[in-house]
């Protein structure tokens, strides 16, 4: 049986957990960024990189879609604000149909609630993850890298189990009392 395959924009740096997540159920992950990674491998599944900038979205498109080598039943999207729009709408062309879509935006993009961007893929349904913070003995800290994989791999699998377009918050959110 041929390996469903994902596309993980963003996945080599805090959400390398997701892209070895994912290899480990066996799926065949593609991760396009500017710098090699040390890969990620697990269960002798290894993970495709390939070179591509989210500044030249045409050419990250032929190289992604070189490496697929089939339509993706999965896209996690950790990209800039600046460019999600403009890199999003390139690699829709690359998607299964009605695959789902999880992005993951930054804290900057909780308002401080419920003001994360609204999903520019129709016919994909898109989960949303939003980056809070940790409050610990009176003081804030980042979420850690495995904080952050484990909330967008929720919503991976709410994307997958086909559950209903979501916003996630993962952490909290200054001024926001829990
Ligand atoms: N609220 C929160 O908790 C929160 C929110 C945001 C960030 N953070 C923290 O901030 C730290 C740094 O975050 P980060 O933004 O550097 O995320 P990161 O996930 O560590 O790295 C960014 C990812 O995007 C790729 N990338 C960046 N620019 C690209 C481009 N122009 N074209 C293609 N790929 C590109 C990078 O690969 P290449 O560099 O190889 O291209 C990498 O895969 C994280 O460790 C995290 O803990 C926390």
Redesign the pocket.
């Known amino acids: 049986m041929t390996a469903r395959r994902a596309l993980v924009?963003?996945?080599?740096?805090?959400?390398?957990g997701v892209a070895a997540a994912l290899l480990d159920d066996g799926w065949q992950v593609v991760?396009?960024?500017?710098?090699?990674?040390s890969m990620p491998t697990t269960n002798g599944h290894l993970a495709s990189w390939v070179k591509?900038?989210?500044?030249e979205p045409a050419a990250?498109v032929a190289t992604v879609s070189e490496a697929l080598d089939g339509p993706a039943d999965l896209l996690v999207a950790?990209?800039?604000r600046e460019?999600r729009v403009s890199v999003l709408r390139a690699v829709a062309p690359l998607l299964a149909d009605g695959a789902p879509v999880v992005e993951v935006h930054?804290?900057a993009s909780a308002n401080p609630l419920g003001g994360c961007p609204d999903p520019i893929l129709p016919g994909h349904p898109t989960q949303q993850v939003v980056?809070?913070?940790v409050r610990h003995a009176g003081r804030t800290r980042?979420?850690?890298?495995e904080?952050?994989s484990a909330g967008v791999l929720d919503a991976v699998h709410r994307a997958l189990d086909g559950k209903p377009p979501h916003v996630h918050q993962?952490?909290e959110f200054r001024g926001v009392a829990h």
């Open positions: 924009l963003g996945g080599t740096g805090m959400l390398a991760l396009p960024s500017r710098r090699r990674p591509a900038d989210w500044t990250l950790w990209v800039h460019v930054g804290s980056l809070g913070y980042w979420l850690t890298h904080e952050v993962v952490g």
